[in-house]
């Protein structure tokens, strides 16, 4: 059985950073792409970033792009999301997921239906 479970999710203060882990069980870590999504009460799941097998390329969505960070420990089937200058906006509960691709489309990886496994979510509340 395939388990991904994300920890890490706290109160942040604006500006602040805060560091999430997604670790999963039950298939071969690096054969998968991870993404990285968010959603708040009342919005659509975003997907913000992804990071390729080996943890060589990474992709951003234009919101986070220069100040999250994702990244990947293979050996410890675990992959990171480091979080700076954090905004009100941003408050939502956050979602690992992944996807084996034979190829990588750039325009797909923020596309929640094409990923097929997802952790519960930890949530992350930016507050003063």
């Known amino acids: 059985e395939v388990q991904l479970v994300e920890s890490g999710g706290n109160l942040v203060q604006p500006g602040g950073s805060l560091r999430l882990s997604c670790t999963a069980s039950g298939l071969r870590f690096d054969d998968y792409y991870v993404g990285w999504f968010r959603q708040a009460p009342g919005k659509e799941r975003e997907g913000i970033c992804v990071?390729?097998?080996?943890?060589?390329?990474?992709f951003y969505a234009d919101s986070v792009d220069g100040r999250f960070t994702v990244s990947r420990d293979n050996a410890k089937n675990t992959a990171f999301l480091l979080m700076h200058t954090v905004k009100y906006e941003e408050s939502a509960t956050y979602y690992c997921?992944?996807?084996?691709?034979?190829?990588?489309?750039?325009?797909?990886?923020?596309?929640?239906?094409?990923?097929?496994?997802w952790g519960q979510g930890t949530l992350v509340a930016v507050a003063a």
């Open positions: 997921a992944l996807e084996h691709w034979e190829k990588f489309n750039s325009d797909e990886y923020t596309v929640p239906d094409k990923y097929n496994y």
């Open positions: 990071i390729t097998y080996g943890g060589l390329a990474t």
